[in-house]
């Protein structure tokens, strides 16, 4: 059975491809160094069309409405522009309700693309351009520690990380927060209320890297302008001994947050890279592996959910659980010394 991977490693090769929604215009140059914040494409991308049925409005033939358009491809027309006009004594004159540009006319009808807005597309992690994909992106490469998480608010940003979770279990509060964290990253631990993201976000704080975070704050960190990694779950988990240990011996160094948006289908994972200097490239992750014996695995559900352990054994055929249902299952020892059996679906394999 494959496993899910969680990438909590210490050095590694790591590649992403960065692309826009739409085409537009790639900026970056092949083998350019680029840093999390430096853009590296750019496209218009309109956020309604508007159909202006000519031909409907006019009650004229599709033939005949066409040859009545006074606009093109490519018109960039501002609001009441007259897209055609009618025949006869008073001839009926088609208004764009709205501004826009032309993206289509024919057919006896004129589409308009409205409310356009300029996106740009950030490197999100610093590195060497490797590849150019035109007219939508690049594929950049870095080395350094790669710690993924499971919730990020979208938010891109480097600075120097400050660890103020003195344990994996370590509640992050505002009275721990003051001026000097100003423009760092906070290794925090747990967040349980709304006043420490707030005090956060006042003090210019660059991001937030959380064990867990109560559910009822997730409107107010999805609103943040600074970006917020959560590496465990929701409510009050402690960070996960592999994650911490990592991150937690490399405070005071420069750390990239790129937090983006949990997909389980792509495998996109929100993330904290650390850059290192390396005098040989490591390996890349795997993105594909097998449960096995002998593999470190974090339990994604209760009653030890984030606990990491050791794969002792896969069961064979399926496991009665004490719910009553049976299932793939294997013997996962903690590192509390305790054995436990789980289910293959509540285990992710670290590394």
């Given at each position: 059975?494959?496993?899910?991977?969680?990438?909590?490693?210490?050095?590694?090769?790591?590649?992403?491809?960065?692309?826009?929604?739409?085409?537009?215009?790639?900026?970056?140059?092949?083998n350019q160094k680029v840093s999390p914040n430096d853009v590296v494409a750019e496209a218009v991308w309109a956020r309604e069309h508007v159909l202006i049925d000519v031909a409907n409005a006019l009650r004229l033939p599709i033939s005949t409405a066409d040859r009545l358009l006074r606009c093109k491809v490519g018109d960039e027309l501002p609001v009441s522009a007259e897209v055609a006009v009618g025949m006869g004594f008073f001839p009926k004159s088609i208004r764009t309700p709205k501004e826009g540009r032309v993206i289509a006319a024919g057919g006896g009808q004129v589409l308009l693309e409205t409310g356009a807005n300029n996106v740009q597309l950030l490197a999100g992690i610093p590195g060497s351009v490797i590849q150019i994909i035109p007219d939508y992106?690049?594929?950049?490469?870095?080395?350094?520690?790669?710690?993924?998480?499971?919730?990020?608010?979208?938010?891109?940003?480097?600075?120097?990380?400050?660890?103020?979770?003195?344990t994996p279990d370590s509640v992050l509060s505002a009275s721990r927060l003051d001026m000097s964290m100003r423009t760092n990253i906070i290794l925090g631990g747990m967040c349980k209320d709304a006043e420490t993201l707030q005090v956060a976000a006042e003090l210019g704080v660059r991001g937030l890297i959380l064990s867990s975070l109560f559910p009822s704050l997730l409107p107010i960190a999805s609103r943040m302008q600074m970006p917020i990694v959560v590496t465990d779950g929701f409510g009050g988990l402690p960070m996960n001994s592999a994650a911490y240990r990592l991150l937690s011996t490399n405070a005071k160094r420069e750390v990239t947050l790129n937090a983006e948006q949990y997909d389980r289908y792509s495998g996109v994972r929100p993330e904290v890279i650390i850059p290192l200097p390396v005098t040989q490239e490591p390996a890349q992750p795997r993105d594909v592996e097998a449960f096995a014996p002998g593999q470190i695995v974090r339990l994604r559900r209760p009653p030890a959910v984030s606990a990491i352990g050791t794969l002792v054994a896969l069961r064979p055929g399926l496991?009665?659980?004490?719910?009553?249902?049976?299932?793939?299952?294997?013997?996962?020892?903690?590192?509390?010394?305790?054995?436990v059996i789980v289910p293959l679906v509540n285990l992710e394999v670290v590394g």
């Open positions: 059975m494959l496993a899910p991977l969680l990438h909590i490693l210490p050095l590694t090769t790591i590649v992403r491809e960065r692309t826009l929604p739409v085409a537009g215009r790639v900026s970056a140059r092949l992106g690049v594929i950049i490469q870095t080395v350094g520690s790669l710690i993924q998480g499971v919730w990020g608010n979208g938010r891109i940003a480097t600075g120097t990380m400050i660890n103020l979770a003195d496991t009665q659980l004490p719910s009553g249902l049976r299932a793939l299952s294997a013997d996962v020892k903690l590192e509390t010394g305790e054995t």
